[in-house]
């Protein structure tokens, strides 16, 4: 179970975007997702945007 299941959304989660899927995208991205390139953290606050930290 994920914690958007477990805690009934995303608020105050966050999740690594870190692994790279044969096809070059990150894996459960959509090759059109702006985010699907680059390798991020990201963080769902509670209140406000959601904010992704971009590494190599």
Partial sequence: MD???????????????DVMGPDGFLLGHS???PDSIMKHLQIHPEKGNVIRTFFE
């Fill in 3 to 17: 914690a958007k299941n477990l805690l009934g959304g995303k608020a105050n989660t966050y999740h690594w975007d």
């Fill in 31 to 33: 090759p059109t997702n």
